[in-house]
């Protein structure tokens, strides 16, 4: 049952955007194959076409030297090709078995025969060592248990080829080892497993061979053996990465954001923060990491003002502002760089200029008597898109418009736009492409240069370690550790996500 | 729509979009009228010499425009009411239970209190429009503070408030002795000063059109130049987006409900203070509903409002002169406005891309877009 | 007090709450696809009629039934057609067939029979009332249960049929998870646009017999708007069952025990009115404590 995959001058573009330009790529059977490149490279893409979500535009794909063309998922399936996308694709209040065979159902005169499905499940799940609670509801379940739902229901649907798309961006570096030896297990068992990551270490701990792509091509491949860090990251960049900002020293000015003892609890009345403490001083960027769900979003958006705190104070600048909406929040400094940059941070069926303007509306400059000046706002909008390079057909066209990278620029142009005292940042360069990446995280830094407080909440554990000058770990719902960049590694945080105290005590400040 | 304010520049490719919409709108009520043709047809009657009547009914002279005008009235109070409220993500349903509500006040307002010269008028007016205001109140207060869904409990508004307003007049005003036939359960007459000045005595057009088209203008300005209707707007297209920048959805999103009920309310008081005089339970039928699609025909866009609801005044007085000159109901306009909306709503795009997938499934590789969600409101 | 649990006010309560039960069943499909469907109404005012034309046509209820489902499914088409396929806002286009099925059955009327605002024909045969052999005779439950119209029955039998077409066949597991996560039933290799039809087709042939009830479930007449508002009543128990059928049987049967016990009220003097506009005022009340709960629960 061993395949092996040619891709042959794969070429995909979206309106706009070439996001794959006559990619070459062959996958040996039984191995582990990764495929390793920036944001935006158009990794996700290729790996959508070969699992018959995309068709491309040009080129072809070969199962063991057939040609074949999938329409849909399902043809894909059939010819063993699944794929565990980054976004797991569960229906939340469904179970564990009903969401691995939904499409699949084991069926007799249309009704589902859920002993049969029982059954088969049961022995794949002996063959593979990979146990799920079947009658669990996927809500209920950590995101790494649902990740492995997601690989039993690929393998149930007979893949033989398994594309895992950037897998451990949701696990903490401990759980990823866990999902390696998952991924060992079956490669010996003759399955084939493409593994598509930014992440270079990771890389070059599981696969066998690495395909790195840059701009939609490809521009390496080699056997990991033969690679390092370095070539890789060389490739993928295209130049020599100086990725290594220095974050401001070690300043101790005034105290901007002071959140003690805060609590809040989700709608189901669950305490997903619990008693967190912290201060963020001028110039200074506190870094929180932690693996997604445990409780960061849920902080920032009580920081934010968008759920109320359960108890506990928060201050800006001094100011108790627990209570407060989020307008007189940000009249008192404060901007927010939010995580969903499509739904929260923007509206994309609106102008771009009214994106531009939004959380200003009431200032003095830009309205009178409860009427817009319209004159000054389009000068203030069309400032801002020169003054932060956004790459947009006018200010009228919705912002919707606009690439991914750019609507992350529009966002951070508005939220820097009149010098925050107070910025939270939440994953700010999530999903864009590099150059983006670049100018977004320069931009952060500013702002603690310039004597702003910067609270920086990303799951890009190189990210905050690049950009911090200190690091609260966080993990369910508690602050678990505090530690300097320069004196922890990846490893050390990653056990504190984990929830495995190391060293030292949190003295809670 | 919306985003002109700040000098959008025309260009080529704008003049033919809008010629491609003009074309739409022109074949959706062609469809629309072949259909209730053939209805026509079937009732033995000629459907050209039909619909020649409706138009002349309708624009034929003095009387004819004047009563087009006096139809045309409350269309764009009801258009403009649930356009308010959509514009804002408001899903008011319930324009014709407020129009009701305003209708009864202003009629109580009308004959009961004695007030000098166009204060009562202005009075009985804003009696009607606050009544409707107050029954937005409870649906909006439901929908903001629990989070249940408006849709429904307008919509059951609706006929609460039509058998409310029949039992109150009934039972309190006529003394229960009175008729069981709906129309006969009526009010006083109003006093001569809380009518509303006709435009053409002796025809039914009234004051209330300026009222109307000027309101049209006003709730235009604002969404395009004050704080507030930018506000709103954004409110009504991303809500999580206007509450991330600091915008109190909750409060913005009761002020256009109420503010949606307040029209729909003043839209019942100027049909009562213009036209009836006096309130009859189930006096008018559907008023409200219409609302629903003339926002849609004009986009949500207030200026629209004014020339869809001309528009509906031309169909709804035209009906009526139709159904004196020959045998056809004027039932079948109804037909033939709904049709309307929903030929409409047919994307001409989105079949020429079903014809060219036909197309390229027998020949070449298709393209498909991401995954497709599908939008819902619950 | 003692009418309250008198077994003529549960058995014409349970009567009444077969039109709203059906199209509520039909409507839960709908929600289940993640689709608000206020085209009941039309749904079931189509169907009443096309019903009443079968019944006069060929003599028999049981081709009325038919006729209506088949009109009904046609309605329900065309509302699938417009929102999954042009993606027309689901409002605007319920609004617009609902007002759209009231005029044209107004018309169909006067075209087909000659009359204007009802239709009263001997033709028209309903369905009849049975009696089940031994429950009949058992005292309280056999007045309750027994002697009620064959619609009744096939409305309790569809409804247990729901719940496993629901939760057991593939059909119902795939529309659950298209409503929660379509991305899901996309990546399964399913197409998202079959099982929307799907649901909103299932949504129309329930709708079809809720319509059938009104004029063939014993009243035997026809009258313009006859639906009246009760396909917005059963959206009211869609949404306070959430999709979970045993909670939209329970608000169905609610609403029409209400509806009995205010028409029974009406023999105390209660005024026409008021008995009229309960089953409205119940509708918010209910949905009220449904989603009042539903948010405590989580």
Not at chain 3, 95 to 120: D, K, P
Request: net charge positive; charged share 15%.
């Amino acid at each position: 049952m061993q395949k092996e995959i040619r891709l042959e001058n794969i070429t995909k573009r979206f309106p706009g955007v070439l996001a794959d330009d006559h990619v070459n790529m062959i996958i040996s059977a039984g191995t582990v194959h990764a495929v390793v490149g920036e944001n935006g490279a158009g990794k996700s893409t290729l790996m959508n076409i070969l699992s018959g979500l995309y068709q491309p535009d040009d080129g072809r794909i070969l199962v063991d030297g057939e040609q074949v063309r999938f329409e849909n998922p399902r043809q894909a399936m059939r010819r063993g090709i699944g794929m565990v996308h980054q976004e797991f694709m569960l229906v939340r209040n469904l179970t564990v078995l009903d969401n691995i065979i939904l499409g699949f159902e084991p069926s007799r005169a249309g009704m589902i025969s859920r002993s049969v499905a029982r059954r088969v499940l049961k022995d794949l799940m002996n063959a593979y060592k990979l146990d799920v609670p079947l009658d669990e509801t996927v809500e209920r379940l950590p995101v790494s248990m649902q990740q492995r739902v997601e690989i039993v229901k690929a393998l149930y649907r007979g893949a033989d080829v398994l594309i895992l798309d950037e897998p451990t961006s949701v696990l903490t570096p401990q759980e990823s080892r866990v999902l390696f030896a998952a991924i060992r297990e079956l490669v010996s068992r003759g399955k084939t497993v493409i593994f598509i990551s930014h992440k270079l270490g990771e890389v070059l701990e599981v696969a066998d061979r690495i395909s790195v792509m840059r701009d939609g091509r490809v521009v390496g491949e080699l056997p990991a053996s033969d690679a390092t860090e370095r070539t890789l990251a060389r490739l993928m960049v295209g130049r020599d990465v100086l990725m290594n900002f220095t974050p401001p020293g070690k300043p101790q000015g005034d105290p901007v954001l002071e959140v003690k003892e805060m609590t809040v609890k989700d709608a189901r009345g669950l305490e997903v923060v619990k008693q967190v403490s912290f201060t963020v001083h001028a110039g200074e960027v506190l870094g929180i990491a932690g693996v997604a769900g445990n409780g960061q979003s849920e902080l920032v958006k009580a920081i934010v003002g968008l759920v109320p705190t359960c108890s506990g104070s928060i201050h800006i600048s001094r100011r108790d502002v627990t209570k407060a909406s989020v307008k007189h929040r940000r009249q008192a400094g404060m901007r927010y760089i939010p995580q969903d940059r499509a739904w929260v941070g923007t509206c994309r069926q609106s102008a771009l200029w009214k994106n531009l303007l939004m959380g200003y509306e009431h200032y003095r400059k830009f309205s009178r008597f409860g009427l817009l000046r319209l004159d000054v706002v389009r000068r203030f909008a069309s400032d801002l898109v020169a003054r932060f390079g956004i790459k947009t057909a006018s200010l009228y066209v919705p912002a919707g418009t606009l690439s991914g990278g750019n609507l992350q620029k529009a966002i951070v142009a508005r939220e820097l736009a009149l010098g925050p005292r107070l910025l939270i940042a939440e994953d700010p360069t999530r999903g864009i492409d590099i150059g983006a990446t670049e100018f977004v995280r320069r931009q952060v830094l500013q702002v603690a240069e310039g004597g702003g407080a910067v609270l920086l909440v990303s799951q890009d554990l190189q990210e905050v370690m690049a950009l911090s000058n200190r690091i609260l770990v966080m993990h369910k719902g508690q602050i678990v550790g505090e530690r300097m960049p320069a004196e922890t590694t990846e490893e050390e945080l990653g056990l504190l996500m984990a929830g495995r105290a190391t060293r030292g005590t949190h003295d809670g400040r | 729509m919306g985003d002109r304010s700040v000098g959008n520049p025309r260009t080529a490719k704008m003049r033919n979009a809008v010629l491609t919409e003009a074309a739409k709108y022109v074949v959706a009520l062609l469809l629309g009228m072949t259909i209730g043709g053939v209805l026509i047809s079937f009732k033995g009657e000629d459907p050209v010499f039909a619909y020649k009547v409706l138009l002349e009914g309708a624009l034929g002279g003095r009387a004819a425009i004047a009563q087009t005008l006096r139809w045309a009235t409350p269309a764009i109070l009801a258009g403009l009411a649930t356009t308010i409220g959509f514009r804002a993500g408001v899903f008011n349903l319930g324009v014709e239970g407020q129009l009701y509500m305003g209708a009864f006040v202003a009629a109580l307002v009308g004959y009961s209190v004695a007030l000098p010269g166009r204060a009562h008028m202005i009075a009985a007016l804003g009696a009607g429009a606050l009544a409707g205001a107050a029954y937005s109140l409870l649906p909006a207060v439901l929908w903001m503070r629990y989070g249940i869904n408006e849709v429904v409990n307008t919509l059951m508004l609706n006929y609460v408030a039509y058998l409310l307003t029949e039992y109150v007049v009934r039972v309190f005003i006529m003394s229960s002795s009175g008729s069981v036939v709906p129309l006969q359960i009526v009010t006083p007459e109003i006093a001569e000063s809380a009518r509303l000045p006709l435009l053409f005595p002796p025809y039914q057009a009234n004051v209330g059109l300026f009222i109307g088209v000027l309101l049209a203008i006003l709730v235009y300005f604002f969404f395009q130049r004050t704080v507030w209707g930018y506000e709103l707007d954004i409110v009504g297209r991303n809500p999580a987006f206007a509450a991330y920048g600091g915008v109190s959805v909750r409060r913005l999103g009761m002020l256009a409900f109420i503010a949606s009920g307040l029209v729909g309310g003043l839209a019942g008081a100027v049909e009562i203070l213009g036209v009836h005089h006096k309130f009859a339970a189930q006096f008018s039928i559907n008023l409200g509903f219409d609302g629903v699609l003339i926002a849609l025909l004009a986009k949500n866009d207030p200026l629209g409002i004014i020339p869809v609801g001309l528009f509906w005044g031309i169909l709804r007085n035209g009906a009526y002169s139709m159904e004196r000159m020959t045998s056809v109901s004027r039932i079948v306009i109804q037909v033939v406005q709904a049709l309307f909306v929903l030929f409409l709503t047919v994307d001409a795009g989105v079949i020429r891309q079903m014809l060219r997938r036909r197309r390229a499934l027998r020949g070449k590789p298709v393209q498909k877009g991401a995954t497709t969600t599908h939008g819902s409101l619950v | 007090m003692e009418v309250l649990f008198d077994p003529a006010t549960l058995a014409s309560g349970i009567k009444l709450s077969v039109p709203i039960l059906f199209a509520a069943l039909g409507g839960m499909f709908t929600h289940q696809a993640n689709v608000f469907n206020i085209a009941l109404e039309s749904l079931m005012l189509t169907s009443a009629f096309f019903s009443v034309v079968g019944s006069c046509y060929f003599s028999s209820p049981w081709a009325g039934l038919m006729l209506g489902i088949v009109a009904s499914l046609v309605a329900a088409l065309v509302f699938a057609v417009l929102t999954v396929d042009f993606g027309a806002d689901v409002i605007v286009v319920g609004i617009a067939m609902n007002l759209g099925a009231w005029g044209a059955t107004s018309i169909l009327l006067e075209l087909m029979f000659g009359v204007r605002g009802f239709l009263l024909d001997p033709r028209i045969v309903s369905f009849p009332s049975v009696e089940i052999p031994v429950v009949k005779s058992v005292p309280y439950l056999g007045q309750v249960v027994s002697g009620q119209n064959v619609l009744v029955y096939l409305a309790a039998a569809t409804a247990v049929a729901v719940h496993f077409v629901s939760y057991h066949s593939k059909m119902g597991l795939r529309i659950r998870a298209l409503g929660q996560n379509p991305a899901a039933v996309e990546t399964a290799g399913l197409s998202p646009r079959r099982y929307r039809y799907l649901a909103i087709l299932l949504c129309g042939l329930l709708c079809g017999a809720a319509g059938t009830f009104l004029p063939l479930g014993g009243l035997s007449m026809f009258s313009e708007n006859m639906s009246a508002g009760k396909g917005y009543i059963a959206l009211a128990a869609v949404l306070f069952g959430n999709g979970v059928p045993g909670l939209v049987i329970a608000a169905s049967l609610v609403f029409g025990y209400a509806e009995a016990l205010a028409v029974k009220m009406q023999g105390f003097g209660l005024p026409n009115q008021l008995v009229l506009m309960s089953p409205y005022v119940l509708t918010m009340l209910f949905l009220f404590i449904g989603t009042r709960r539903r948010v405590a629960a989580g």
